[in-house]
């Protein structure tokens, strides 16, 4: 069948679907904070009802209760809808999020980041426009514009919309393994778009994420916080020695005897070896967990030749992550090393530190409790339960070694695995030429940096073939300020969407 009119609709009425995205941005549905949840849940509600609104059945499954910020409060609902049922058409399943990260205008957005604000430039700025709210609703107008047109959805269509993908995908998993024989029993393939382009020009298919483990360590001395005029802590002996030399030698221009020199660094011990800082501890045991070039290996997958030859052919230059990152302090310097740093290597990153001050002006407290977040991104064929092991083990002997009364403790909050699937599969056969259909370009085949774990669990569940198709560019900054969707992404997304869905009708399986 045809799509010249679904793309002619589009075009004429992208604005309108522009407005709609709008709407969602607007919902500030950070599932991060207590504060947002019941903006989570109205989102959720949200897509309940526009698929209603055509026709879906839609099921909303509530996955349990977490506790959050000391307060045990709801998830989120999983948005499960259904739209067709003919037993002769193959059946898609299509996975995205509602939740988004937080945001605030202080952080550094140039505009309000729940209100969408396009560009002269077609960039349309907004927390959730491309991750992931755009390529979720995105779903919802392909069905829209098919029943408008009076064509026929070529597939059985179902979806799964989570809300808490941005906090670890909570609950997700247990549904969807109960749910495999009945809910997703017929599922024919998965489709996911929420990912990028590899630069900023040229369409991709993704086959590979690697997976995250995040850590949380919480070192804790003093009952409260304390003043560090009063409790402030002592260096080494030795350290102490060099302190008292230099100034009183500078002061008095005197010789030193060893028992004057040994008084006045026992003095300066005293004076200040009142508390343990959790603060000093801390930081001296996140500096031990990686170094400034990023090494940290363990069972990772060779580079096999295969592999390789797809590093030599993809459209990717140092120019497009010097622009994403607005910057060039890169590690590495060749494409080919900065990609399999982000696809196919693990990474440690730093990412914060809960209960230290961190406001404006200054401020001369000793936290008595404070917590290191940090994470590790995973690849073939490293273990989570091991990778979590040797952490604790490192930590712990570390720490040790400091000889310090405070009391530490090492938790990962969630583990999720990675994932690589088969590119010669016919879901990605048909997604290829939908790309080709809409770009008139043979996509690049890509692994990525970030992950997403159900993309794992959808294929062990359900033992079918998982396909990511991005919607947006590496650019796009998704997490960071100023995320944005360009207009013509999400335009000849929709189209790209559609077309996909009758290309997997097309294909022989």
Known sequence: ??????????????????????????????????????????????????????????????????????????????????????????????????????????????????TLVEDSQGRMFGRGSTDDKGPVISWIWTIEIHQKLGLDLPVNLKMCFEGMEESGSEG?????????????????????????????????????????????????????????????????PADALGIVRSTTQAARSVPWSAHAESSRANQLTLALDQVHEPMTDLIHLMHKLVTPEGKILDDVAPVTADEDKIYKALDFKMDDIYNAIDAKNTIHDTTKEVLMSRWRFPSLSLHGIEGAFYSPGAKTVIPAKVVGKFSIRTVPNQDPDKITELVKKHVEAEFAKLGSKNKISIECGHAGKWWVADINN???????????????????????????????????????????????????????????????????????????????????A
């Open 172 to 236: 997700l998993d247990d549904i969807i393994y109960a749910e495999a024989d009945k809910y997703f029993k017929d599922v024919d393939c998965v489709c996911i778009s929420d990912n990028y382009w590899l630069g900023t020009t040229k369409p991709c298919l993704t086959y590979g994420l690697r997976g995250v483990s995040y850590f949380m360590l919480t070192v804790s001395g003093p009952g409260k916080d304390l003043h560090s005029g009063v409790f402030g802590q002592s260096r080494s």
């Open 426 to 508: 016919w879901n990605y056969t048909a997604a290829s030429n939908a790309i080709q259909k809409i770009f008139g370009i043979v996509p690049d085949y890509t692994r990525e940096g970030g992950s997403i774990p159900v993309t794992l669990t959808f294929q062990e569940a359900l033992k079918t073939s998982v396909l990511l198709l991005p919607m947006g560019r590496s650019d796009d900054g998704a997490h960071s300020i100023n995320e944005k969707l360009d207009r013509s992404n999400y335009i000849e997304g929709i189209k790209l969407l559609a077309t996909y869905l009758h290309e997997v009708a097309a294909i022989k």
């Open 1 to 114: 069948m045809s799509l010249e009119s679904f793309y002619e609709y589009i075009d004429k009425n992208q604005d309108h679907y522009v407005r709609r995205l709008g709407e969602a941005v607007a919902i500030p549905s950070v599932s991060g904070t207590v504060q947002h949840r019941p903006e989570v849940v109205r989102m959720g509600h949200w897509l309940e009802a526009e698929l209603k609104r055509l026709g879906a059945s839609v099921e909303l499954r509530h996955p349990g209760k977490q506790e959050l910020e000391g307060q045990v409060i709801d998830l989120p609902p999983i948005v499960l809808a259904t739209y067709g049922n003919d037993p002769a058409k193959k059946t898609v399943l299509v996975y995205g999020h509602y939740d988004v990260q937080p945001a605030l205008k202080e952080d550094g957005w140039a505009t309000d980041p729940f």
